[in-house]
């Protein structure tokens, strides 16, 4: 089995240089913004522990936009290997968009600018090869809206990590059982595979036996492929968690972020009343509640009014199928800041196939509705053993992208015939949420949305820059052994 590894992914080579990428060059300090990615040591349950980072000039994780700045940012790899930094949710064009088939990798040493017009919303930066983004190569990226400014509350973000004190590649080792794909090493020159000619005979690709058994009720479905160390908000556990200073009666913005590598979260606020606001950065119609799922990649925007007697509010990721936790507290001054165990009492429910919350969005402002004139259906396939994973029951190597014209509507259904979820992410693009499991909804803006398992989600967008677009699974085990493939708009 093809493995996707790191060396693989790093092999966007010399045939990429020449894409028209902005040259590096001086600016003024004011116009221009700088992120390094580097190398950091941050305390994880008493032991120190060297992850990778993305820090601005002050040295603080991420950046962030006030309304109407660009996104003009000088980006230096101060590692000793070759990275390349996307940034998600985020449409720029192409060549600038952090990928290894169509970007060439950022050198040790090396300084690349970029410049293009930046969305509001919850955003996220993170290293698009698999072993990096294990090792904590993101951060939080969040440009404001006018609003934001103008009303009278606090911002809070919480990015979410899952870590180990293993390696990225020993991770991943373990996962994968050594099928995991070199993506430095990856040719992403090679020709795709084109029409549908080798589709050969279905119940021969992988998931489809576990798919006829599932019917049969004979399997469940499958939750966590990694018993990582420890899970993490804001670089922290629950043995020292960040304790967020909030006014008494207040209400704040919480800005959730799910960058764990292949961790999908419950985040409960408790005793605070909330409300969904926002999800991968798009408004939708308030969802109250105190539970909300999260999947790898996403973002949910949160509205929390605080009590007003003086208590300290724990905001708390609870680990899909286990009792595992994390989070951060919000406390008003003079507040007694609870012990939290890091584990809760009884296993979480399960993330995974529970697509109540996604079936209850409503964008705010949804795609205006005209026929769709494109409507391929993208297979999900795979199995725990042996590991592999792939769409259309292809690899990268042999993939067969999936084509539309710059302009066209295009409703793409994805078909899950896995025991897992798979939060899917397509670059360059924004979409709707216009079916699950079959049932019509005008639903969610995304740009990363979970497909259950056995289940079917549809999305529509209309198709933009001519350009190869990457499509993939954001769980790191599955991208890592072949789980994506390209998206390409021709003029």
């Given amino acids: 089995m093809t493995q ?65 700045q660009r996104f003009r940012t000088d980006l230096t790899n101060a590692l000793d290997i070759d990275t390349i930094v996307h940034w998600h949710g985020q449409i720029p064009p192409n060549a600038q968009d952090g990928v290894p088939n169509t970007n060439p990798m950022l050198k040790p040493g090396q ?28 951060a939080p990226l969040i440009v404001r809206r006018p609003e934001d400014l103008a009303e009278d509350r606090q911002e809070v973000v919480m990015l979410l990590h899952d870590f180990a004190f293993a390696t990225p590649q020993e991770v991943l080792e373990t996962v994968s059982g050594g099928t995991a794909t070199d993506h430095g090493a990856m040719d992403h020159s090679a020709a795709p595979m084109q029409g ?56 704040l913005r919480l800005r959730v972020i799910d960058g764990a590598s292949m961790t999908a979260f419950w985040i409960d606020t408790g005793a605070a009343a909330a409300r969904l606001v926002a999800v991968d950065g798009n408004p939708v119609v308030p969802l109250p509640g105190t539970r909300f799922a999260i999947s790898p990649g996403q973002r949910l ?76 259906m993208v297979m999900l396939t795979g199995s725990m053993l042996p590991y592999q ?51 019509r909804i005008a639903g969610a803006l995304r740009d990363t949305v979970s497909v259950p398992p056995m289940g079917s989600v549809t999305v529509a967008l209309d198709a933009g820059e001519a350009a190869p677009w990457m499509l993939h699974c954001h769980h790191m085990g599955h991208l890592a052994t072949g789980m994506m493939t390209e998206f390409v708009v021709s003029a």
């Fill in 389 to 439: 994973w792939t769409i259309d029951g292809r690899s990268w190597d042999n993939r067969r992208p999936i084509g539309a014209k710059s302009g066209e509507r295009v409703e793409m259904m994805f078909h899950n015939m896995s025991m897992m979820a798979h939060p899917m992410h397509l670059h360059g693009h924004v979409f709707q949420v216009v079916a699950v499991n079959g049932t």
């Fill in 196 to 251: 549908m000619d080798g589709m050969g005979d279905m119940m021969s690709l992988p998931g489809m036996a576990e798919m006829h058994a599932a019917m049969e009720g004979g399997i469940s479905m499958d939750l966590n492929d990694y018993e990582f160390d420890a899970y993490l908000a804001n670089d922290r556990t629950l043995a020292d968690p960040e304790v967020v200073r909030v006014e008494n009666g207040g209400r």
């Fill in 111 to 138: 300084s690349r600018s970029f410049d293009f017009e930046a969305r509001p919303g919850t955003f996220w930066m993170h290293s698009h090869i698999p072993d990096q983004e294990i090792g904590l190569l993101a």
């Fill in 301 to 376: 925007d949160l509205e929390i009014d605080l009590p007003g007697d003086g208590t300290a509010v724990p905001i708390l990721a609870l680990r899909e199928g286990t009792r595992e936790r994390t989070g951060l507290i919000l406390a008003p001054k003079g507040a007694a800041v609870p012990k939290l165990a890091d584990v809760s009492d009884e296993p979480h429910p399960a993330v995974s196939g529970d697509m109540v919350q996604e079936m209850a969005l409503r964008a705010v402002t949804p795609l205006a509705p005209r026929p769709a004139t494109a409507q391929p």
């Fill in 4 to 68: 996707l590894s790191r060396r693989g992914f790093l092999a966007a080579t010399a045939a990429f240089a020449a894409l028209p990428l902005v040259p590096a060059r001086a600016r003024a300090a004011a116009d221009t913004f700088s992120l390094t990615a580097t190398t950091r040591v941050i305390e994880v349950n008493g032991r120190a522990a060297t992850v990778m980072g993305l820090l601005d000039a002050q040295g603080r994780s991420g950046l962030r936009l006030d309304p109407g």
